[in-house]
Every structure is written in C-alpha cells, then in structure tokens.
C-alpha cells in the first residue's frame, strides 16, 4: 500500500493529491494515510502536506528500494520481488537464506555490505549508499554444469545497463566489468544443486557506482575504480539498477527457455577485452601465456599457446591476467 | 564428559566403578557424576549403582550416538564430530545449516526424519529408530564437476559395510544400493559451490535397515526393502553405520588427496548390478533402451546401444532402469 501511494505521488509530482482523492482511491482511511506518508519520510522522501490542499512529493531519496526502481522496470519477473535492507553481511548469504522458499527473480538488495564477498572467498568493499550490491535468486531448470553461462550473462547485462546510461565497458571474461584497465564490478555466482538439477542459483553483483577515491585502500586502487570517479559525475543508481535486471531478464529468458545464449555471446564478443590479447592463464600453481582468439558459442575462452596448440577453457576453471597489470 | 564416562563404564562392564575412581579419572565432583550417570540413563542407558560399590552398566540402547559407535569407528576425521537429533525434518537440510562453519566430516544423524528427501524431491520413508538417515559434510578441494564421483564412493562404502556384516549387495550406479532386486539405501549429494571451488558438499544417505514391512506402503514395497526383512534378523545398526564410516573415509581419501578413485571403481565394477544387463536410459521425455557394458575409471556409466552406437553417461544426467521392473 505504501508503495502504491507513493506511486500516485510520482505520478502527481506537480499537484496537491487530497487525503480524501487517496482514501477513495486505495479505500484507505484518511488516517492511516496519514501514517504511510510519515514512513516515507522516515525513509528519506520529503513530503510537503497543506491542510485543505493535501500531499506533494518534493523529492525522493537515493535508496534502491522497489517504490524507487520500479518507473524504470519492464521485466517480468526479475526484480518483481525485492528484499531490501540497510545493511547486511553479505546479499549473497541473506540470498542463500531466503532462496529455499522463494520464487525465481527474487532480489536482495542492500546499501551497504559489511562482508561483501567476492570469487574465492576475497573481501569487496561495499560502502553504504555508494553501489549496488545485490543478488538475484535463479531457478533455471537445466543441468548445473551449465551454470557458468549465467555468469555470461550477468556480466553481458552489465555491460549493456552500463551503456544505456552513457557508459562504455569492457567484459573480462568470465565475471568482471572493466574500465580504463580498472574492475567497475564483479560478479559471484553461486548456487546449491544435485547431481542433475539446480536447487537454486546465486548471481551476486557488485557494481562500484559512486564511490569516492578514498574508499578504496591503496592496493585496492590500483585494481578496481568506481564510475563517478571516471566519469566525474555522481551516476543515477536507480537507472543503471533498472536498465540493469531489464538487460538481465532479457537474456535470460531464452537461456532459462531453450538453453540460447546466442545474444549473450554476441554481447561477450563485441565487449571482450580479452579477444586479441596476450593473457597468462592461471590454473593453480601452474601458469601459461597464450592469446585469447575468441569466446565460442557455448561461452569457452579459445587461447592459442606459444607452441601453437589451441584450447577451450571451461568458465571459471581457471584465471585469466594481462600480461602487465590487472589486464 | 558424559562419553568419556560413558566409554569407561563399557571398558569395565563386569565390574563396578567406584565414584570416588571416576572423579579421580576426570578430575569431577561425585555429584557431577551423578547428574551424568542420570543424563545417561534418561538416554536409555540401564545402569546398576550399588552404595559403597559403584556403577556398573547393563545395557545401552539402540541409538545412533557418537558415544554408541565411537568404539567401531577406526576413521581419523569421517563422523568424529556427530551432530545426533531424534527427529529432524531431513538430515541434509539441517546439514546445509551448519555446513558453512563446520568440519569436513562433520555428521547429522537423525533416529526420525519427518520429511526425509531421495533425488529429484522425492520423499524417503524414515520410522524412528529403523534406518540409518545420515549426512557427512565434506569440503573436497576439487572441481565442482568432480563431485558426482564422491556419490560412487558413498556406494562403493555402503556395499563394503554391509559386507563386513555379512550381508551382499549390489551397486545400481550411480547412487542406490540393492538386494533381492529392491532398494535398500539411496544415496543424495547435494553441494553448495562457486563456478570453480566447492563450498561444501552433502552427503545423504538413506539406509533400510530394521524396517517392518509395514512401514513401506504398497507402491513403496515394490521397490524398497529392509536388511531386517532380507535377512530375517534385527541388524546392529551402529556396527554398519561405522563399518560405513571406515570405508568411507578410506575410498575419500585418496579422492581428496589425488583424485584417485579406482579402489572405488573396482568395488563399484565388482558388484554392479547393471553391468551386462539391458537397461532403458531416459533424459527427460526421451527413452532408449541399451546394454550397459562397463563402469570406466571416470566413473561413468558405458553403455552400447542397439544401433550399435556407445555412449559414456555422466553420472546424474539420466536415469537408469531395467527393461522389467525396478532393476
């Protein structure tokens, strides 16, 4: 109900709404709508209320809530059903709590994570009200070894949320988000399965929107950057989230329907900062130097070796670094 | 401390422990010895106690308790950390509750499960005090793709168990143990993973031991089983569950340390009961019938089609049936 006020306030942002034109509306007591406009106040919204006139949105705040993305939203089912908290551990562990009952597109979002996890168990940094750090719970029937395109995927919506907004980005494949040879986001994907069928899936992302230079710490700086520090300008977190799950449930749905990624690669290929270059393949304690000359149709990295022997490379299997630096 | 008294009772079983001995042992006060003596018997533990001679224990009961199985158990660290509940909703879901920050080896056992789970969300019959309804947590550094092999060394450890009890039985690859053509344990690993690094991995097992027949239903009782109806007798459920733990816990090993699983292999080849036999394979909607003709060292299934055609089954990714009946 508080959603559905707000919503008729969004759309009434030049007028006075009466309590009594709200009331007949929701049939609500004048009252108890009384109570709804000071949570969203509570929440950050400022509301202007005149006697005899009635209630007027001034302005809402920079919270991802659903009441805030949903103007921008035209999925289906991703996104539809959000839990959003102030502050948590990590998305992916309330995510991992949660995902038993739920149903899928379910996301967690939160402003700020006091143990942001990223791949194998490294920290990520998520300061409050500075990025989006969400996890969307997927529950795609197919077999679990087929997991690792979902991160293609994620890392494809990203890349194309990312440039609805202006912005344009490079795919490291398989999980992170590049600019300027510096990480933007990353992307853990987890899940629980049987042998043959997926209980459920994780996509974690972590996307460093308006964080500021000293939010990173020195070693962290040389790796990773945020997009207002690029761009100069603080980003509408909002947008990019929208234009984000809108990209994300795009690709999905033929993925989740008959197993194509074909748009996804497509994304992958044109994006890839990986294709052309010389990269050290990293597989435990061993280390090779090849050149990346393509990503196939079922996602594989294709790397060429020195002595001219080609291979596929399974997702997640092993890790991929530029030659110097990061990239 | 309880265990620790309750081993010192059964190393003395013919005579009577002293009070003042035992505090003397472990450093306790009489009436701290007292208040266990009684936790003991509230457990079911009958036990004389004679002023001025002591304690002396009659009889334990049958329950699945670290303290009931510890004295057959020669494993360094398979279910040297039990978790025991007499009634859980399914020992794996609560397994998956304590998987994150417990122990490789850590293990649920459960005199009841409520809503006990086979493969694909089917239920799994489990009276109070019948079976054995158990799940290990492991933590195997391995690829995600690797942990269906851990399924045949369940298999492979259950069949050597019942063989230290003297009882046969055969191997239904990937995951069911067999006698008399009915199920008699079924085994569902479930893990929790990143794309290339297992979290942790469940695995549950489910054995029929001292079930009646009346605890099947009629549909249930053309397909499953119990040791007590096969062989006629009641059988020692802690002796089995141990045998089960050494074996495990011998075949894990070398799958951990080296990915080595061919002692596994061998029993699974030595006592399968598919090997040889004509068996239908369904994917989904889709059925073909096939002879299957070897176990390879891989641990998949090889199976020759009419056509002439062979194929290697990944474990999990069909299902396998005779061509009449359950086998």
Chains 1, 2 share one sequence.
């Not at 070894?145 to 994620?154: E, M, N, Q, R």
């Not at 994304?267 to 010389?278: A, Q, R």
Request: hydrophobic fraction near 35%; include cysteine; proline fraction near 2%.
């Amino acid at each position: 109900m508080k959603e559905k006020i707000l919503m008729m306030l969004k759309q009434n942002k030049d007028e006075f709404l009466s309590g009594e034109k709200i009331s007949h509306e929701f049939g609500v007591s004048r009252s108890a709508i009384w109570k709804y406009m000071n949570a969203l106040k509570e929440e950050g919204y400022i509301i202007e209320s005149i006697p005899r006139k009635g209630y007027r949105l001034i302005s809402s705040p920079d919270i991802l809530t659903y009441g805030e993305i949903e103007e921008y939203l035209i999925t289906d089912f991703i996104g539809r059903n959000i839990y959003y908290f102030d502050s948590v551990s990590s998305t992916n562990i309330k995510a991992k709590e949660i995902a038993p009952k739920e149903q899928e597109g379910t996301i967690i979002i939160a402003e700020e994570q006091t143990k942001g996890k990223g791949r194998l168990g490294r920290n990520w940094t998520s300061p409050k009200g500075k990025g989006i750090w969400m996890s969307i719970i997927l529950k795609p029937k197919v077999d679990p070894t087929k997991v690792a395109k979902i991160t293609l995927i994620g890392a494809a919506a990203v890349n194309q949320g990312l440039k609805d907004i202006g912005i344009n980005s490079y795919i490291k494949w398989p999980n992170d988000i590049v600019i300027n040879g510096k990480k933007v986001c990353g992307i853990l994907t987890e899940m629980s399965c049987e042998l043959n069928m997926i209980n459920y899936c994780i996509m974690g992302m972590g996307i460093n929107v308006n964080l500021d230079k000293d939010d990173f710490d020195e070693e962290l700086s040389k790796k990773a950057t945020s997009l207002k520090t690029i761009t100069g300008n603080t980003v509408d977190r909002k947008k990019l989230l929208a234009y984000i799950l809108n990209h994300f449930e795009e690709l999905y749905i033929p993925f989740k329907e008959k197993g194509d990624i074909s748009k996804t690669i497509e994304i992958s290929k044109d994006n890839s900062i990986l294709i052309g270059k010389e990269v050290r393949i990293i597989r435990g304690e061993l280390e090779k130097v090849g050149r990346v000359l393509d990503i196939d149709e079922e996602g594989q990295l294709i790397v060429e070796y020195e002595n001219g022997k080609v291979e596929e490379i399974f997702s997640g299997e092993v890790s991929v670094r530029g030659i110097e630096g990061y990239i």
